[in-house]
């Protein structure tokens, strides 16, 4: 396997172009099976920024010669040495992000696509957001928390679609304020506008409750106009009244 990387992928992230470049084409059937960015092949191109793209490469193989007790990894002039199977490199500003990896496994290339896609995603302005995502009518509702797959579940019941498992990020470029989700909402990856915000509280025993919460700087999620309310949701035994909460929430 050499260093060439004769293989692209045009991979779009976040409303961001990028095209990802590697020298295997084992990586390329998979990325084209399981996508570890998200589902972003079939992002609408308005929806897409008209910036010069990000660019991954993924340089997979074994190190060369070592280098002072390090691996030493070449792709065309560039070098680079460590003392781990894998090594990254971005660069934020210019958009750029370098792998090199094992050939075996191919997880350690989607992890570090993963990863690089995100630091690059962060330099353009996306703020992550650590919760799962749910959407009716372009608002979206962010829910915090542990052990949510049965809520998540009883608000797909009344309609609610889902955007994000676990991780969602808020842009403010072009087009205005975005809350992005990871694509398995299928075709529907984003709403516009501020979203509401529930921190969630299990615990059985006692009735479902929601209670509207003051801004609190301790919740912060580093995008100030990303979260319009917050409120404290307690789910009891009685999971379908806490969706009927979040829907009406989300509604306000």
Request: hydrophobic content about 50%.
């Amino acid at each position: 396997m050499s260093s060439d990387l004769a293989h692209r992928l045009w991979l779009p992230l976040l409303g961001l172009p990028l095209t990802l470049h590697t020298n295997s084409q084992a990586l390329v059937t998979v990325l084209e099976r399981e996508r570890p960015l998200g589902n972003w092949a079939s992002l609408s191109t308005d929806l897409i920024e008209g910036v010069p793209p990000l660019q991954i490469d993924v340089v997979m193989g074994d190190a060369g010669e070592p280098l002072g007790g390090m691996r030493l990894y070449r792709h065309g002039p560039l070098a680079l040495a460590g003392d781990a199977p894998r090594l990254l490199l971005a660069q934020t500003d210019r958009g750029y992000g370098l792998a090199f990896v094992p050939a075996d496994p191919l997880s350690d290339a989607l992890t570090a696509i993963w990863d690089l896609g995100m630091l690059l995603a962060r330099g353009r302005g996306r703020t992550a957001i650590r919760a799962a995502a749910m959407e009716r009518a372009g608002r979206a509702v962010l829910l915090v928390g542990a052990d949510l797959a049965d809520l998540v579940r009883a608000c797909e019941g009344r309609g609610l679609r889902l955007l994000a498992n676990a991780v969602v990020h808020a842009s403010d470029g072009a087009g205005g304020l975005r809350i992005w989700g990871d694509g398995v909402g299928g075709d529907l990856l984003n709403c516009a506008g501020s979203a509401v915000r529930c921190l969630v509280e299990q615990g059985a025993g006692r009735a479902s409750q929601i209670v509207a919460l003051p801004d609190d700087p301790a919740h912060s999620v580093g995008a100030a106009t990303a979260v319009r309310a917050t409120y404290r949701l307690h789910v009891g035994d009685d999971v379908d009244m806490a969706a009927a909460l979040v829907e009406h929430v989300v509604n306000l």
